[in-house]
T-cell receptor, first 116, second 115 residues
């Protein structure tokens, strides 16, 4: 079974607008962490934001925020005031405390295109 | 700040040849991970090392092997290369003293093309 599901293969947004990228996850582990990474066309993987399963507040990092709904098992990434440089593939990933050595499992990704 | 260094950036090999990818983790990071990302795919976990000992193994073919050396750098060795091995190979490192919010820091990857 897929542990991380990203249902939006591609998304379009106008420059300066906000966009939400969806991520749902599946785990029976009470302790886990959720991460978002950005992969531009150049290929590198850039860490954006983290949310722990016990965190009471939604994580925020600059223009990135994470809409964490634990009961729904969703961890959507919100990008505010989109910029042309935000065009990239975005991956949601999970780390489970019961897993071996804390590796990350990735979703299939969402390709975001920011239009001028 | 120092990042994860991978070499080479690009590698072209023929079928049945061997390849060695190198990774230098961020100083003081104790865990190294290798991932394979095929075209248009998500990264797939191959193998990891904690303090130079293999700690976890994913979907790594038997033709591949890896190790971490005393200076903490790691190498991924790939033999009998197949066309399907063409992919972007990432090394990542983290400081994992326990389950916490330490992200994996990725290198820029090695793009392997098998012809």
């Amino acid at each position: 079974a897929q542990k991380i599901t990203q249902t939006q293969p591609g998304m379009f947004v106008q420059e300066k607008e906000a966009v939400t990228l969806d991520c749902t996850y599946d785990t029976s582990d009470p302790s886990y962490g959720l991460f978002w990474y950005k992969q531009p066309s150049s290929g590198e993987m850039i860490f954006l934001i983290y949310q722990g399963s016990y965190d009471q507040q939604n994580a925020t990092e600059g223009r990135y925020s994470l809409n964490f709904q634990k009961a729904r098992k969703s961890a959507n990434l919100v990008i505010s005031a989109s910029q042309l440089g935000d065009s990239a593939m975005y991956f949601c990933a999970m780390r489970e405390a019961g897993g071996s050595n804390y590796k990350l499992t990735f979703g299939k990704g969402t390709l975001l295109t920011v239009n001028p | 700040a120092a990042g994860v260094i991978q070499s080479p950036r690009h590698l072209i090999k023929e079928k049945r040849e061997t390849a060695t990818l190198k990774c230098y983790p961020i100083p003081r990071h104790d865990t190294v991970y290798w991932y394979q990302q095929g075209p248009g795919q998500d990264p797939q976990f191959l193998i990891s090392f904690y303090e130079k000992m293999q700690s976890d193994k994913g979907s790594i073919p038997d033709r591949f092997s890896a190790q971490q050396f005393s200076d903490y750098h790691s190498e991924l060795n790939m033999s009998s290369l197949e066309l399907g091995d063409s992919a972007l190979y990432f090394c990542a490192s983290s400081l994992t003293g326990g389950f916490d919010n330490s992200p994996l820091h990725f290198g820029n990857g090695t793009r392997l093309t098998v012809t």
